[in-house]
């Protein structure tokens, strides 16, 4: 089975479950329309297609604004000009860590994730060759790095962590790969794909609850 045919089952594995993981800054939503007191916004999940897959990720710089020191998918808010989702996260890509859109197999998207930060995020799921020359954005990412599918997959890597914010105990997914903490929306984000790929595939999920 290709990379490609694995990401899809799991896509659709998704689109049928019931129970779709819920914690701090996931909203997922599909079917719900775009809401006025969120900005639409699209990234690109990019599997590099190897033997043993790996996903690109980004980290943004540590004095930025907004989101400082953070790791990310590529993309962001939608431009008026973005004909979709696709097109909006294949130009974030490209300006971000020069990715060229006709170097991207899209396989699917996953729906709309609304953040405590007021975007609706629509991932699309894409597969490239490895060995891209990938160049990060000055001033945007200050790194790219590539974790292993294998290792995502692997429960013990994956943990559950709490926080206050705004006087509540909230909840949240975190994975620390070499000198990197994925957290946030990006880890809830990745669960809920990496929990499809699982169920598809036979294999125990990835949630430690």
Do not use: C
């Not at 006087?167 to 990006?186: M, Q, S, V």
Request: proline share 10%; charged share 25%.
């Amino acid at each position: 089975m290709t990379l490609r045919d694995r990401l899809r089952a799991a896509l659709d594995a998704r689109d049928r479950a019931h129970d779709r993981p819920s914690f701090v800054d996931l909203r997922p939503d599909p079917s719900a329309p775009l809401a006025g007191d969120f900005a639409p916004a699209a990234v690109l999940i990019p599997f590099t297609d190897r033997p043993d897959p790996g996903l690109i990720l980004t980290q943004r710089p540590a004095l930025m604004s907004r989101h400082a020191g953070q790791v990310a998918f590529p993309g962001g808010r939608l431009d008026p000009g973005d004909a979709d989702a696709v097109a909006g996260a294949l130009r974030e890509a490209r300006e971000e860590i020069a990715l060229a859109p006709d170097t991207v197999d899209i396989v699917g998207l996953m729906g709309r994730y609304r953040t405590g930060t007021a975007f609706e995020i629509e991932p699309v799921v894409g597969v490239i060759p490895p060995g891209l020359p990938l160049a990060p954005a000055d001033g945007e990412v200050d790194a790219i790095f590539e974790v292993p599918l294998s290792y995502l997959l692997d429960p013990v890597n994956l943990a559950v962590k709490s926080m206050d914010w705004n006087g509540a105990e909230r909840h949240y997914y975190e994975i620390i790969w070499k000198d990197f903490r994925i957290w946030g929306i990006t880890a809830a984000i990745m669960v809920d794909l990496l929990t499809a790929v699982a169920r598809a595939e036979g294999l125990t999920e990835p949630v430690r609850r």
